[in-house]
T-cell receptor, first 113, second 112 residues
Framework: GQQVMQIPQYQHVQEGEDFTTYCNSS?????IQWYKQRPGGHPVFLIQ?????EVKKQKRLTFQFGEAKKNSSLHITATQTTDVGTYFC?????????????FGKGTHLIIQP | DAGVIQSPRHEVTEMGQEVTLRCKPI?????LFWYRQTMMRGLELLIY????????DSGMPEDRFSAKMPNASFSTLKIQPSEPRDSAVYFC??????????FGQGTRLTVV
């Protein structure tokens, strides 16, 4: 079945430093979504990328979708304590029963003030 | 809309007992997903439905697990009999087509 790998598993940064998490799929994806989960909470949608090579920005967050639609990244510039949480990528396949939303294991972002 | 509603929020049960988790998706959504989250395994997709029909249940760990969606506004995930290794947070999520998935608050299951 479809697998989505995400690295790193944990990332410790000083407040103000940048942060990047990477996502790779074993198969070509129709689209990729990113979610954030605060400790004790539930995943909350951040963004969806659909087109090959697509780049989207949300304030300090930059999301990229690879040309082959098999990898993606999330970059946060100048982290703040409010960025703490686990960031997940989630991919959907190309239909035919493979369009379930499969999550990576997430990257836990820990910020030291 | 109140969002995806799951019940109960917490469940503590003894090994061997039957457990039923419930989910009410957002009205109008045609996809419903059940996930299990643990520290070791992360967010695992157990099963998903499209228009109330189960599409892929390959993530269901064993025959002890079963899920139903009798109508567009209700789904259940049942574990019978429950075991301590089933302890986890179970999330239900729904989406309209391939748009964003909305998650419920989750059910924290503890099997002792």
């Amino acid at each position: 079945g479809q697998q989505v790998m995400q690295i790193p598993q944990y990332q410790h940064v000083q407040e103000g430093e940048d942060f990047t998490t990477y996502c790779n799929s074993s198969t070509t994806l129709s689209n990729i979504q990113w979610y954030k989960q605060r400790p004790g909470g539930h995943p909350v949608f951040l963004i969806q990328l659909v087109k090959s090579g697509e780049v989207k920005k949300q304030k300090r967050l930059t999301f990229q979708f690879g040309e082959a639609k098999k990898n993606s990244s999330l970059h946060i510039t100048a982290t703040q304590t409010t960025d703490v949480g686990t960031y997940f990528c989630a991919g959907r396949g190309s239909g035919g029963g493979a369009d379930g939303l499969t999550f990576g294991k997430g990257t836990h972002l820990i910020i030291q003030p | 809309d109140a969002g995806v509603i799951q019940s109960p929020r917490h469940e503590v049960t003894e090994m061997g007992q039957e457990v039923t988790l419930r989910c009410k998706p957002i009205s109008g959504h045609d996809y419903l997903f059940w996930y299990r989250q643990t520290m070791m395994r992360g967010l695992e997709l157990l099963i998903y439905f499209n228009n109330n029909v189960p599409i892929d249940d390959s993530g269901m760990p064993e025959d002890r697990f079963s899920a139903k969606m009798p109508n567009a506004s209700f789904s259940t995930l049942k574990i019978q009999p429950s075991e301590p290794r089933d302890s986890a947070v179970y999330f239900c999520a729904s989406s309209f087509g391939w748009l964003e998935a909305f998650f419920g608050q989750g059910t924290r299951l503890t099997v002792v």
